[in-house]
Structures are given as structure tokens and as C-alpha cells.
């Protein structure tokens, strides 16, 4: 069983940036970044292939967010940049424990790691 540790959430003015980090305690597949506000279903906010070289990004972050990950050190990152009120929430890393396509579906991923809050501020 992997288990995931996010890190790296806070305070934030409108138009700041925060990194988002993520390390797993062992292998793992697709990985992906959802988030969660208050009365809000959690959505996808970010994900990443196995190999890093695909993404898929929801349309409220694109051009704003980026995610990277380092499988040497099994670390997933997401860089928020430009960030919006609206941005605010509690960021969930997630992973998938087989290959497979990237997938915008919580029920899709196995492991999922604490929780980190991200508050920005107007």
C-alpha cells in the first residue's frame, strides 16, 4: 500500500503563487491533484501520466497551474501560479496503483494522501 503526503498549502493574496508537493512511499502510476471547497464536489485539478509526458488540466487552471513530477524521488508537484478566491480549497493528491489513462474520475485513483488547504485571499 502506498501512502501519499501532501505538502506545501497556505495564505495567499489574489494573484500569488503556491507549490503544491507530494511524496509517495513507493511506486506509483498516473497521479493527479483534485480539490475540494466548501459544498463543492472534488474535482480534478491536475493529473499526469506515469512518465510525466502527458497532462490534462481542468479548464479553470490552464495557463495558471502546472504539474511535474520526479519518479526518482516519487514526488508529483503542482505550481499554482496567478492564483484566484475562487482557487481556494482543500488540495488532495491522489495516485493510481496500475497504468492506465489519465482520468478526471476520483473513483479512479487508489491511494490519496491527506489533504492540504489553500486559501487565497481577495
Known amino acids: 500500500h502506498v501512502q501519499l503526503q501532501a505538502s506545501g498549502g497556505g495564505l495567499v493574496q489574489a494573484g500569488g503563487s503556491l507549490r503544491l508537493s507530494c511524496a509517495a512511499s513507493g511506486r506509483t502510476f498516473s497521479m493527479g491533484w483534485f480539490r475540494q471547497a466548501p459544498g463543492k464536489e472534488r474535482e480534478l485539478v491536475a493529473a499526469?501520466?506515469?512518465?510525466?509526458?502527458?497532462?490534462s488540466f481542468a479548464d479553470s487552471v490552464k495557463g495558471r497551474f502546472t504539474i511535474s513530477r520526479d519518479n526518482a524521488q516519487n514526488t508529483v508537484t503542482l505550481q499554482m501560479d496567478n492564483l484566484k478566491p475562487e482557487d481556494t480549497a482543500v488540495y488532495f493528491c491522489?495516485?493510481?496503483?496500475?497504468?492506465?489513462?489519465?482520468?478526471?474520475?476520483?473513483?479512479?485513483?487508489?491511494?490519496w494522501g491527506q489533504g492540504t488547504l489553500v486559501t487565497v485571499s481577495s
Open positions: 499526469i501520466s506515469s512518465g510525466g509526458r502527458s497532462t
Open positions: 491522489a495516485a493510481k496503483s496500475r497504468f492506465g489513462p489519465l482520468d478526471s474520475r476520483s473513483s479512479t485513483y487508489e491511494y
